[in-house]
């Protein structure tokens, strides 16, 4: 009988050493090692491109979007978790979460893992429908894909314990900071004064918004309306 490793396998091998390079990297939170440890990432990007899904790079997924690199996944996941609402709670889930940019679906299933219940909207009707079939066989019932400009965001769910962007505007919308809960987070790459992008973190607490910009960051731009 042959005792060769079946794909599936051989996958769990490359993804763990994914986590362990992330972990090297800095990331420290066991609850998104665990996810990024979990989720085929290869299942979401061409079949062309499997070879390079657990790479450290973004990856083109059509439409001219791209998916995020692993580490700027993990690290902005790592943030969210980091809201006021779950400070010294390292086990406890995200309620729910907001995703700007569905794109072909990756990071709405990473964070099925740590929240909850995942809204994500998505512009391009075209990755909106590729992420629905790339998310079907995994069956979330947490998990709920939306067809809208996210510049919006989606009040039907609000308040949300964590907004999460992976397309970088000018600035971060006024509606996302009203769609938060007291004790949320919002994660999002805005332009910089240098003309670049950085991540920027809102915290919603009692006593008002508490805005910090962290390191440059490379994503593509937040568009309004649907196309
Ligand atoms: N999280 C995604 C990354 C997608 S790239 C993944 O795991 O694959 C960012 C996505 O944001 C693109 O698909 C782009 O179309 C989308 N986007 C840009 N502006 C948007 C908006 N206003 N509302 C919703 N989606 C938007």
Redesign the pocket.
Known sequence: MSVSATPSMASAAVRARMVQRLAAQGVADARVLRAMGTVERHL?VDSALVNQAYEDTSLP?G?G????KPNV?ARMIELLLGAPALANQPEERLGRVL??????????TVLSHVAREVY?????RG?HER?RVNLRPFRLATVHLLL????IGYAKGAPYAAIIA??GGESVPQTWIDQLAVGGRIVAPTQSAAGGQALVVIDKTQAGLQRSVLEAVH???????IA
């Open positions: 979401f997924i439409l979007q791209t998916i995020s996944v995703e700007i940019g569905t794109g072909c679906g990756y990071q709405a994500s909207i998505e512009r391009l990755l992420a809208g400009d996210g510049m992976a397309a994503f593509v731009p937040l568009k309004s309306g």
